[in-house]
């Protein structure tokens, strides 16, 4: 995977709804525009790395690149789960992204707990992960910067 890391930015859009409603991870998700603009060898799976929205602070997150094979989904989609909570949605908003590293290829699940079981161990190894000095510096990273963003309310 030679494009990480690798840097995006684009207008956070509504999903299908499952990430708060079912699974209770809520999740932030890009256009079909820019999901099409990702390079091709960054192969479908579950990534790590630091998010902002708008100019708000940046933090951790763990990052969805595919299909869903629980859900059967047909299109491609990126879906950033954020590891904060916020107040409000921001969809409408600026989220830019910096994906770091790789967890794991995109599976199918006997069930939604067992989804949900791989997610939130997903989400522990992302954050272990960007502890680590050499992802900490990233966070800091003037892409983050937005010369006009948009903020949004922590």
Same mark, same amino acid.
């Given at each position: 995977?030679?494009?990480?890391?690798?840097?995006?930015?684009?207008?956070?859009?509504?999903?299908?709804?499952?990430? +708060?409603? !079912?699974?209770? @991870?809520?999740? %932030?998700?890009?256009?079909?525009?820019?999901? /099409?603009?990702?390079?091709?060898? &960054?192969?479908?799976?579950?990534?790590?790395?630091?998010?902002?929205?708008?100019?708000?602070?940046?933090?951790?997150?763990?990052?969805?690149?595919?299909?869903?094979?629980?859900?059967?989904?047909?299109?491609? +989609?990126? !879906?950033?789960? @954020?590891?904060? %909570?916020?107040?409000?949605?921001?969809?409408? /908003?600026?989220?830019?992204?910096? &994906?770091?590293?790789?967890?794991?290829?995109?599976?199918?699940?006997?069930?939604?707990?067992?989804?949900?079981?791989?997610?939130?161990?997903?989400?522990?190894?992302?954050?272990?992960?960007?502890?680590?000095?050499?992802?900490?510096?990233?966070?800091?990273?003037?892409?983050?910067?937005?010369?006009?963003?948009?903020?949004?309310?922590?």
């Amino acid at each position: 995977m030679r494009h990480l890391p690798y840097f995006c930015r684009g207008e956070v859009v509504k999903g299908f709804g499952r990430g +708060s409603k !079912e699974l209770g @991870i809520p999740t %932030a998700n890009f256009s079909e525009q820019v999901v /099409e603009s990702f390079p091709s060898d &960054i192969s479908t799976g579950i990534y790590y790395g630091w998010a902002c929205v708008g100019n708000g602070d940046v933090h951790k997150m763990v990052l969805s690149v595919g299909r869903n094979p629980f859900y059967k989904n047909i299109k491609k +989609s990126v !879906e950033t789960h @954020i590891i904060h %909570a916020f107040k409000d949605d921001f969809y409408g /908003e600026i989220l830019s992204i910096v &994906i770091i590293g790789y967890i794991r290829p995109e599976k199918n699940f006997s069930s939604l707990e067992a989804l949900i079981l791989a997610i939130q161990e997903d989400i522990e190894e992302a954050k272990r992960q960007l502890d680590l000095p050499e992802h900490l510096k990233l966070k800091e990273d003037n892409f983050f910067h937005l010369p006009e963003g948009k903020t949004v309310n922590h």
